[in-house]
């Protein structure tokens, strides 16, 4: 016999996890795919298949990693699409207004800038291991690759950030180290 799940409770418990999480979740998207739009719809597909596995998911306080794996799947994905090739993106502003952490102090703009610079495995690594704040091993797991590649990619990205980082974003002020 099959056991009832009953999908009120489901759903609720699903929409509890999005009010909580999604801006979070739209973030990292954001600042893997470094296009608004891309990261809004990665994210939308991430969510959809973590909604249809979510009862699937028994280790609820890992959800969040599961949904970071998705979104890096999915993000992977949209990058190899030969289509992706051809689109490219525009100026316009989406509407609403952008999100600023508290502790932002006026160089995030800058310093993304040089962060989107990165490729594209690059810049996931740094994302997740910097602005996500994931281990080493995590950041290899949500990614696909072995931890070797997560801090190889992490060190080459950071020589090439401090190479072109200007000296008034490096950290102690004054040039480079």
């Not at 495995?121 to 072995?146: F, M």
Request: glycine share 6%; aromatic share 6%; hydrophobic share 40%.
């Amino acid at each position: 016999m099959t056991p009832v799940v009953d999908a009120s409770a489901r759903d609720v418990e699903f929409t509890d996890y999005l009010a909580a999480r999604q801006g979070a979740m739209l973030r990292t998207a954001y600042l893997i795919c470094g296009d608004q739009h891309q990261a809004e719809d990665v994210l939308q597909t991430a969510l959809a298949k973590l909604y249809l596995a979510w009862d699937k998911v028994h280790d609820k306080h890992a959800v969040d990693a599961y949904l970071r794996r998705i979104i890096a799947n999915e993000a992977t994905s949209l990058w190899r699409r030969a289509w992706h090739r051809k689109e490219r993106a525009t100026d316009d502003v989406p509407e609403g207004s952008p999100h600023h952490d508290r502790y932002d102090d006026g160089t995030d703009d800058e310093l993304w800038a040089l962060v989107q610079s990165l490729p594209r495995r690059a810049r996931a690594v740094i994302v997740l291991r910097y602005y996500e704040q994931l281990s080493e091993a995590e950041t290899a797991d949500a990614l696909g690759i072995s931890v070797g590649t997560v801090k190889s990619q992490a060190s080459r990205a950071m020589a090439t950030l401090r190479e072109r980082a200007p000296a008034h974003l490096h950290p102690r002020g004054g040039g480079h180290a």
